[in-house]
Structure formats: structure tokens, C-alpha cells
């Protein structure tokens, strides 16, 4: 007989097998049906036969010794005319070991006796075969043993719900048998739940997609997608009749339930390895089910395509340039889908829309006015609303990452659009928006690469969402926003002018700016929207159609004015209204005074008589008087020669004021609302940069020692938490949770573990510590542990912190210093202070009383002046009323 070699397929039974030739160039290998000679296996049974016993646990024996590997077979005589034919014959292992007696010997199989014979040596083999048979009877090995220890039950068909049967095993790892491969991507699988009952399924692999593969199937024509074969053949080579782990993770069809899946394999995700081979795509449907997520599937599909492998052999790759992926920032909310950004390198202002999504639709009877116009009340039903709305406080003025993915052409009446991923750090804005129900994912063609690059992930995002019944997958009534228009004439911005002058500073957005002085902004408390004048100052006309002509520094002046608060949170102050309905008032942002800052950046003129009618007349001409001296803007051609002598009285007269001794300063920390540390702007304050660089230098290249114990009151080095940079510092306590350090040249503290203090060396001990105590001069604030604290801490902070101000030394008490500052940018008058401003605020009391009040009287007036003007409008801690400590 001459011997031959081949691949165990598959094992139908214990006695069966389907043997496979070696691959061809221009198809799938040959395959042999070979049964052993000589031997009997119990049948297994079919959807209408139950299986013999042991019949499963027999194939299970063969299949875990024969499949996947080489054997050597000899066929000796066949029968019937199938195809292919079943042959009888011998096999042995590449040991030489035969696997029928191997079979016999364990018990899993039976002498077949009617078998042909053939010669005086096939009889002592089958002699052999006999004895082997009779010991494994006698030890009750296999099929000989307890024959209901050797029955299961197989259901070749589901028959409870599919979803029930999803639920009760979903995400679990269920061990299983490939029985079938019918393309690369579709099989049918044996689960094993438990050992005695066992579920035949048929499964798709989640995530992916392999060329069809159908054959001999009635009343359907032949279908081979190319590469099907190949693919075909890669997973039956790895995964037929393997044991494998199936992770069930949804239904495909529920009426003949096809789940889909993942298949685990000791090799690895069966999945990953077609894809990255170029025998399959990713599909969207399914890929968010993956269990893990879709991430290392779309990394092997990337490198298929890469590779240009199979199924990708045509495959283009798009070219990035520098204009396809930067940095910018979100100068616009268009829509609650689309955002304009501009490039932090080159400039330059793009539209650009995200990727894959599209914004809430707008309910039934919404409407939407036009940017900046008068229009009628709004009623506005559904979420776009609210798209815009988180889209304005996520992003405006922020820095973004723009990844543009592809460019959706122009078609039916629209432009053209970049779409784009925008990420804040790491954060997908679009993923953000669907996850909270305010847009809906684009279903993107299977063919169509134009997408975003974490589509998946919005994918996934909207699941959730939908799960969660959040926004436009919310059961409940879609949110009406109903805005009035308290513009529209002037009886009805009458109605709220009232309103808005009591309350004083009134917080809301700004809409759109029509040009630098004149602004539409929408109040939230009072969903209404308005036109806003600013008070005290006149900018250059814009344009208002393509034949006028705008004034010089118009658009330049509108375009300052929209970087620095168009769809900003801001808050106005209301004096009056004006004839056209418009209300009259100062605006403020992040603190800061439009008016004076438009002054002083030269992109308007006071307007004299309301500027001088304004609380902030002092600053506003101060502004303007900056702008005068720096030729800026509209005063590029000014000759400040005519206001030299002028400027120059003022300042003597300054300087000739009594207990006057101005100092530059920055404050460097702030303690409370009253509270803070200096450092003077003066020579020292030069040496500190030099000694803090070589401080760093010495730090990079040298290891101090370790303080074991530090003392208090001890010099120390000192690595600040927030930076990790090394500052002198002075211990205040130590103990096991760490050390108490106080940053002698910056005035702030924290604690810090041991292992972030080193001994302070000598040379960089010598410079006096640059940061000075300092208070408010005459001005008593809450502090952090009082009421109004910390708003009054972070009020001072806002005025003053990190900023170079001027200060008057109005007396040193123990080494700390009374202090009045002054921004320099504005006015060093008595009421132009930042004393004056906590004091405006409702954030201190005004102490009068005080050995060092003389020939401060005027600041002292004026402190005084503010605090009964804070009482009345009750502001900050007055909000209930006056609670004035006693005067000392």
C-alpha cells in the first residue's frame, strides 16, 4: 500500500474524518473523506435524531487528536460514488502510532467486523484490534463505562427567544466548536454551556465582513466574491473544529437567529488577523459591539490598507497636508453642528462643520431670527438650541485641535464644507454632542471612506445615548426656549429697563457684534435679547451695504471687539435707553471694561457727555488719553505736544500729594480678600530672575542632600507641585504626611512629601526674600473663612493677581506693608484703586480710623463714597442688607 500524506480537515465522527491536500495556486486543496477500517464509532445523531452515547465524546477524542495535523494515511478500498467518496483505510500519526487502535485502546472505539479483511496480515491486525477492544471492556474505559455518563443533549435549532438566549450569555466567554465555515466571516458554532447540554448557533463575526462564499444552496445561484476562497481557507485552517472562546454580543436576524460575535482563539482574535491579511472589512453595523471596542479591528483594517493588501490592492491613501490637521481657536458657534476656528499660525478663519454627525433637527413651528437682528419674539422648539448652546461654553475662545477628514462638495444650493474632528486635549467634541443626545450619527455608505476618523466611537456614543433616552432619543416633550425681543421698540425696552438698572451688573451672552460700540446680546434670566450701546465712547461707522464705505479703523475696531466678546459670558450694566429701544451701559469681560479697553486700544473716542455721566468716567478718558500717547488707532496722526504741559501739572501734583511714595509691584499671591504678598519691581527683583535660572541650572545638574528632619523655620529647597521647579523655601511644619513649606520669594504654600525637599545651598541663600506681606490700606475684607470669603479672595484676584501694578506704601507695620494700588493703565486718582474697586464691590468695610489716615482724606472719602453706593445697590455681602462692623 502505498502511503500518503495529508491535513486533518475535520472529524464527522469518531471513525471519520475529511483529510486535505496541500493548497493550489488557482483554488482550495483537494479534500478525502477517509473512515478508519475495521472500527465503529457511535453515530452521532442530526436535528431529528438524537446522538448514540458517547458518541460525542468519541468524535471529541479523534478531533482533538487528528485535527490541524499531518498524518499519514493509506486508503484501502472505497464505497459509493459521493463526493467526495468515502474511502476505508489505515491513519497514523507522524510517530507511527495508529490511530485506530489508539481509538480502541481508549475505549472510544469498536471492532467493526464486518469489514473487509484482506490478507493473513490485515487478520492479525484486526486480531490486535480485538484484544485492545477487550481490555478497554474490562477497565470500562470510554464507551464501555456508565452509558448515561456518555449521553448529551445538542439542540441543532434555538428554541427560546434569541434576544432572551443573548441576554442570559452576552459578553460571557462561552467555550465552543467551529463545526462549519461557510465564507471567512459566518459560521456554525457548537456552544458549550455545560458539559451535557450543548446549543448549535449560527454566528457572523462582529466588526467585519469577508467575501461571499455560496454554493449548492437550492433555488440560489453560486456565489464566489474574490478572495472569498482564500479567506475561506485562512479561517478553516486555524478555527475548524477548534475549541475556541465565543463572546456572543448581538443578534443579526431574529427571525433564524444569526448572532454575531467575537471568536477567541489561543492565537488570537480570528477577526484581527482577516482584517490585517486584507480577507475582510470592517462594518459599521456591528463593529460597536465588539467587546473591548472597535480600536485594534480598524488598527488591522489601517494596516491591510497600508500594505495594500487583497481586498485594498486599490486602495488610495489620502495625503495630509499642513492645512489638514492644526491648532486653532473657536472664534464662532455657527450651528450646533458647525464652528469657525481660526489657524494660531497663519490666521486665517475657516468654517468648518464635524465630522459625521448632523445637529438636532429643529421641532415643528420653531424659529430662529437672524444673527444681530431686531427681530419679533422667538419661539424655539427642539435641541439645537441647547447644541449651540454647550458648544458656546465648551469652546469659545478655546484652543481646539482641527483634524480635517474629508470635504463634503458642494450640491443642492449648499457650499462646500471642510468636516473635521475638533478635540479640546483629548477630549472629541462630537462624540460629547452625541453622547448627550444633541446630534445624531451620519450612516456613511460601506464604501464611503469619507468620515470621521472616531466614527466608532460616535457610534458607541449614540447607543448610549439612545439607551439613555437622552435628548433627541428622549421620550418626553422636545424644550421650547421662547426669547423676547426687548429691542424692539422703545415702549417695550422701557418695560425692562427698570429691571436691569436695579440689579445692577446683569450677566448674559453676546449674540453678535454689529460694530465695535454696538452689540445684540441675549440675557438668560430673562430670556431676552437686546441691543447694546455702550456708554461713554463712539467707534467709527461699518458699513452697512456694499456701496458704503466704511470709517477708518471701523472693521478693525468690530473685529477687536468680536475676538474679545462675541458669544462670551459677560455681564452689562444698564444707565438708560436710547430712542431706537436700545439700551445705554458698560460692559464687562472676565472683569475687564469694553469701553476702556476699546479707548485705550485707539478703536473709538469718548463720547463727552455720556462718558462723563458714566461711573467709569476717570478710566475711560484715562484710556483715551493712553491711546493719545501711543498713536494707536483712530490717534495714529495725533500730536500729543498740545497735552504734554498738561499731562506733566497732573503729575506733579500727584507727586506733591502728602504721603505719597509709589512703588512698582506685581502680587504675587493672594491671601483673602484684603491679604497678599509683593514682590517690588527694583533691582532685587533682577537678581531674583538671575539666582531663580541658576537655581534651576544648579538643580538639573546636581543632587542635594535630603533634609531627613526638616526643622521649622529651616531654609530649604523646594520643588513646587504644580511646575516641578525648584524654589527657596522656608519650612513652617513637618510631619508624616509631609512637609509644610512656605516659597519665600512668591508668598504661596503648600505641602509637599519629603522626598520634594533638598538642603538649600549656601551661595543662594544671600538674596533677601523678595516677597513682602502687604494689605489693603484702609479696607477691611471678610476672610476665606467668613462669609463671603472666598468671593471677596477671588475678587482681588481678578483685579490684581500676576499683574504689574503701581502701589502708594501708606504705611509699613512689623515688615508688612499698607498698600494702595493703582493700574497704571488706567488712573492713580482716589477713586480709579483697586481698594476702591473691593470697597465698590460689596467685598470690604472702609476703617477710617487709623494713625496713618492723615492726608489720605480724599482716598479715605472716596473708599467711604464707594461703600455707601455698594450698601444701597447691595452688592456683595450687603446682598442682605448692611452688616458695617463697628469703626475702629
Known amino acids: 500500500m502505498v502511503q500518503n500524506k495529508a491535513v486533518v480537515k475535520s472529524v464527522l465522527s469518531g471513525d471519520t474524518v475529511i483529510l486535505r491536500g496541500k493548497p ?16 465503529q464509532a457511535p453515530r452521532l445523531g442530526n436535528k431529528d435524531k438524537e446522538d448514540e452515547p458517547f458518541a460525542f465524546a468519541s468524535r471529541e477524542f479523534l478531533r482533538k487528536t487528528l485535527v490541524g495535523k499531518e498524518v499519514i494515511f493509506v486508503p484501502e478500498y472505497t464505497v459509493g460514488t459521493g463526493n467526495p467518496p468515502r474511502e476505508y483505510g489505515t491513519i497514523q500519526l507522524q510517530d507511527g502510532t495508529d490511530v485506530a487502535q489508539l481509538g480502541i485502546k481508549e ?3 469498536k471492532v467493526r467486523e464486518g469489514g473487509k479483511r484482506g490478507d493473513a496480515e490485515g487478520e492479525d491486525k484486526l486480531e490486535n484490534l480485538r484484544n485492545l477492544e477487550e481490555e478497554a471492556r474490562s477497565s470500562a474505559k470510554g464507551i464501555w463505562g456508565d452509558k448515561q455518563k456518555g449521553q448529551r443533549t445538542v439542540k441543532h435549532n434555538l428554541t427560546e427567544d434569541s434576544k432572551a438566549f443573548l441576554n442570559k450569555y452576552k459578553g460571557k466567554q462561552l467555550d465552543a466548536i467551529i463545526e462549519q465555515v461557510r465564507d471567512a466571516s459566518t459560521f456554525r458554532v457548537l456552544v458549550m454551556a455545560n458539559p451535557q447540554e450543548h446549543q448549535m448557533l449560527s454566528l457572523q463575526l462582529s466588526g467585519v465582513k469577508a467575501p461571499v462564499v455560496r454554493r449548492d444552496i437550492p433555488d440560489q ?30 443578534v443579526a436576524q431574529a427571525g433564524n437567529p444569526t448572532f454575531v460575535g467575537s471568536v477567541i482563539h489561543p492565537a488570537g482574535n480570528i477577526a484581527e488577523a482577516l482584517l490585517s491579511q486584507g480577507l475582510a472589512k470592517c462594518v459599521d453595523w456591528s463593529i460597536t459591539l465588539v467587546t473591548g471596542g472597535p480600536t485594534k479591528l480598524r488598527n488591522a483594517e489601517r494596516v491591510a490598507k497600508e500594505q495594500k493588501l487583497r481586498l485594498w490592492k486599490d486602495f488610495v ?26 489657524n494660531t499660525k497663519s490666521g486665517q478663519e475657516k468654517k468648518v462643520q464635524f465630522s459625521s454627525i448632523k445637529q438636532a433637527p429643529r421641532g415643528a413651528g420653531s424659529s430662529v431670527p437672524g444673527a444681530g437682528s431686531k427681530s419679533k419674539d422667538v419661539k424655539e ?89 437622552k435628548g433627541i432619543h428622549s421620550t418626553k416633550e422636545q424644550p421650547i426656549v421662547r426669547i423676547t425681543d426687548a429691542s424692539e421698540n422703545t415702549t417695550k425696552a422701557r418695560q425692562f429697563l427698570t429691571f436691569l438698572k436695579r440689579t445692577g451688573r446683569v450677566a448674559g451672552v453676546v449674540d453678535h457684534v454689529a460694530n465695535a460700540s454696538r452689540l ?81 486700544a ?18 475711560l478718558f484715562s484710556a483715551e488719553r493712553i491711546a493719545k500717547g501711543n498713536k494707536k488707532g483712530v490717534w495714529a496722526q495725533y500730536d500729543e505736544e498740545a497735552e504734554k504741559e498738561a499731562t506733566q501739572e497732573k503729575e506733579q501734583a500727584v507727586s506733591a500729594t502728602p504721603n505719597r511714595e509709589y512703588i512698582d509691584i506685581i502680587v504675587s499671591e493672594v491671601i483673602d480678600g484684603g491679604r497678599f504678598y509683593v514682590q517690588v519691581l527694583n533691582d532685587q527683583a533682577k537678581k531674583l530672575e538671575t539666582l531663580m535660572s541658576e537655581f534651576a541650572d544648579h538643580h538639573s545638574k546636581h543632587t542635594e542632600p535630603s533634609v531627613p528632619k526638616p526643622r521649622n523655620g529651616e531654609l530649604v529647597s523646594a520643588k513646587f507641585t504644580e511646575d516641578d521647579s525648584w524654589y527657596r523655601a522656608k519650612v513652617r511644619k513637618a510631619n508624616a504626611k509631609g512637609v509644610e513649606v512656605f516659597y519665600v520669594d512668591y508668598g504661596n504654600s503648600e505641602t509637599v512629601p519629603l522626598s520634594r525637599i533638598r538642603a538649600l545651598p549656601q551661595k543662594f541663600s544671600t538674596l533677601p526674600h523678595q516677597a513682602q506681606e502687604a494689605t489693603l490700606s484702609f479696607v477691611k475684607a471678610p476672610s476665606k473663612d467668613e462669609d463671603y470669603g472666598v468671593e471677596a479672595l477671588e475678587r482681588l484676584q481678578q483685579l490684581a493677581a500676576g499683574k504689574q501694578l503701581v502701589a502708594n506704601v501708606d504705611s509699613r507695620d512689623g515688615g508688612a506693608l499698607s498698600l494702595t494700588l493703582f493700574d497704571p493703565a488706567h488712573s492713580t486718582s482716589a477713586d480709579a484703586s483697586i481698594n476702591y474697586d473691593v470697597v465698590r464691590d460689596g467685598f470690604g468695610h472702609v476703617i477710617a480710623k487709623t494713625r496713618y489716615a492723615g ?34
Not at 602 to 618: C, K, R
Request: charged share 30%; net charge negative; proline share 3%.
Open 221 to 250: 445561484p453560486d456565489v464566489v466574491e474574490p478572495y472569498g476562497e482564500e479567506a475561506k481557507y485562512f479561517v478553516e485552517s486555524r478555527l475548524l473544529q477548534r475549541g475556541v472562546k465565543v463572546i456572543l454580543e448581538g
Open 107 to 109: 475505549g472510544w472505539l
Open 24 to 39: 493550489k495556486a488557482n483554488g482550495p486543496p483537494a479534500e478525502r473523506l477517509l473512515a478508519l477500517n475495521n472500527v
Open 317 to 342: 491613501t489620502k495625503e495630509k497636508t499642513s492645512e489638514s490637521e492644526f491648532d486653532a481657536v473657536v472664534v464662532k458657534v455657527v450651528t450646533g453642528d458647525t464652528i469657525i476656528v481660526r
Open 602 to 619: 485707539g478703536y473709538a473716542y469718548i463720547h463727552e457727555y455720556s462718558a462723563n455721566e458714566s461711573n467709569y468716567a476717570n478710566q
Open 520 to 600: 445684540f446680546i441675549w440675557i438668560p434670566k430673562e430670556n431676552c435679547r437686546l441691543t447694546f450701546v455702550l456708554a461713554g465712547v463712539r467707534a467709527p461707522r461699518v458699513a452697512r451695504s456694499a456701496g458704503e464705505k466704511s470709517e477708518p479703523f471701523a472693521e478693525e475696531g468690530a473685529r477687536y471687539v468680536s475676538n474679545k466678546v462675541l458669544q462670551r459670558d459677560i455681564e452689562i450694566e444698564v444707565e438708560n435707553v436710547d430712542k431706537t429701544g436700545g439700551f445705554v451701559g458698560s460692559l464687562f469681560v472676565n472683569g475687564e471694561n469694553l469701553s476702556v479697553s476699546l479707548l485705550q
Open 381 to 469: 422648539v427642539g435641541y439645537q438650541f441647547e447644541a449651540r448652546e454647550y458648544l458656546r461654553k465648551r469652546l469659545i475662545g478655546k484652543q481646539v485641535h482641527v483634524i480635517i477628514d474629508y470635504v463634503k462638495p458642494a450640491q443642492d444650493g449648499f457650499e462646500e464644507k471642510e468636516c473635521a474632528t475638533i478635540k479640546v486635549s483629548d477630549s472629541n467634541i462630537a462624540q460629547q454632542l452625541v453622547e448627550r443626545g444633541l446630534a445624531s450619527v451620519i450612516r456613511h455608505r460601506k464604501d464611503d471612506e469619507n468620515r470621521s476618523q472616531a466614527y466608532d466611537q460616535l457610534m458607541i456614543a449614540e447607543t448610549k445615548a439612545q439607551e439613555a433616552q
Open 855 to 888: 492726608g489720605n482724606q480724599d482716598i479715605i472719602k472716596s473708599l467711604q463714597d464707594a461703600l455707601a453706593d455698594a450698601k444701597r445697590e447691595r452688592l456683595g455681602m450687603f446682598e442682605f442688607g448692611d452688616n458695617t462692623p463697628s469703626d475702629d
